[in-house]
């Protein structure tokens, strides 16, 4: 059984940083890719991070310089570190690992407002 299990949002003031985790089992993590998606409300789910297996990082133009993706394939984990937070990234992030069937977290709201 696979399982994806995000945990780190929070509320956070503009300016302030957020450090997410996504543990994975029941899957070969060290073998795929892993993303990171958020979905603010009203608006449609939209990619924020990638990291392939051999460690090469996508990001999305709004989050360059602010966010960092990383993983640890010894604790079956990926992160994603987020920095100088802005009030439009309010939304859920979501942890997703790129596997022939697409497994998602349930996840975790990050708040960022004064």
């Known amino acids: 059984q696979v399982q994806l299990v995000e945990s780190g949002g929070g509320l956070v003031q503009p300016g302030g940083s957020l450090r997410l985790s996504c543990a994975a089992s029941?899957?070969?993590?060290?073998?795929?890719?892993m993303d990171w998606y958020r979905q603010a409300p009203g608006k449609q789910r939209e990619l924020v991070a990638t990291?392939?297996?051999?460690?090469?990082?996508y990001y999305v133009d709004s989050v360059k310089g602010r966010f960092t993706i990383s993983r640890d394939n010894a604790k079956n984990t990926v992160y994603l570190q987020m920095n100088s937070l802005k009030p439009e990234d309010t939304a859920v992030y979501y942890c997703?690992?790129?596997?022939?069937?697409?497994?998602w977290g349930q996840g975790t709201q990050v708040t960022v407002s004064s």
């Open positions: 997703h690992a790129v596997t022939p069937i697409s497994y």
């Open positions: 029941g899957i070969i993590f060290n073998r795929f890719a």
């Open positions: 990291i392939t297996s051999g460690g090469s990082r």
